[in-house]
């Protein structure tokens, strides 16, 4: 492995060329790697094609009730799913939390070969 990776873009966007953008980054660039974990967590399950397992399949989660199971649950979900598809970061901590839209997840790591903290938001 070159340390270098590279894939489409998330969000998926045509650039200014007509193109599908792209994203590549070195294990210090931790915008490529912030992605991957946004698109990882809001994937379903089933829904990339020859990729059935890809995703963290929170979305069959949003409509429960927000008690202490279900944040150890999507923590726990988070966490596992990250492990599988983002060997490039190891994570810290997951902090799960309600919102006025939804369930909000913030998810600190480090990257494993540059030791560089940071974390990154979604909402779901």
């Known amino acids: 492995m070159d340390g270098g990776y590279k894939g489409i873009s998330f969000p998926f966007r045509i650039g200014s060329k007509g193109g599908v ?39 069959n989660l949003v409509f429960e009730s927000l008690d202490s199971s279900l944040i150890n649950l999507i ?5 596992e799913a990250l492990q599988i598809w983002e060997p490039r970061i190891e994570v810290l901590n997951v902090d799960v939390f309600e919102v006025e839209d ?7 790591f ?12 979604i909402v779901i």
């Open 21 to 59: 953008v792209m994203s590549s980054a070195t294990e210090m660039e931790l915008t490529h790697i912030k992605e991957s974990i946004r698109q990882i967590l809001l994937t379903r399950q089933g829904e990339r094609v020859n990729e059935p397992t890809f995703g963290a399949g929170l979305y």
């Open 75 to 79: 923590a726990f979900t988070v966490e």
């Open 102 to 108: 939804g369930i909000g997840i913030t998810v600190d």
């Open 110 to 121: 480090q990257v494993v070969r540059s030791l560089l903290k940071d974390s990154t938001t």
